[in-house]
């Protein structure tokens, strides 16, 4: 059983750090991608960052130059980094991965629990 589990929200003030982390355990072959989403209320679910296994990196508009998505492969984790946070980027952050489960399987989206951003002062 394949599992996401998140790490690293909390309620910050504006102008203020996080770093959110993601670590997938469970029987795998291979992670592909991985990547970060974000939900807030009344909104729909949006691609925040995303980066592959071979460490190529892509990043919503809105956390351009503010946000850094990394991983370690040997830990099977991913990371996001989140400076300079503003109100609006409070939201439920949820981990993204697309994992084979076994060599020659088909690779499917798995996703973590969520975890609250809260950017207020």
């Known amino acids: 059983q394949v599992q996401l589990v998140e790490s690293g929200g909390g309620l910050v003030q504006p102008g203020g750090s996080l770093r959110l982390s993601c670590a997938a355990s469970?029987?795998?072959?291979?992670?592909?991608?991985m990547g970060w989403y974000r939900q807030a209320p009344g909104k729909q679910r949006e691609l925040v960052a995303g980066?592959?296994?071979?460490?190529?990196?892509n990043y919503a508009d809105s956390v351009q130059g503010r946000f850094t998505i990394s991983r370690d492969n040997t830990k099977n984790t991913v990371y996001l980094q989140m400076n300079n946070l503003k109100p609006e980027d409070t939201a439920v952050y949820y981990c993204?991965?697309?994992?084979?489960?076994?060599?020659?399987?088909?690779?499917?989206?798995?996703w973590g629990q969520g975890t609250q951003v809260t950017v207020s002062s």
């Open positions: 993204n991965a697309r994992i084979q489960v076994w060599a020659g399987a088909a690779a499917y989206d798995y």
């Open positions: 980066i592959t296994r071979g460490v190529s990196t």
């Open positions: 469970g029987s795998m072959f291979k992670i592909n991608a």
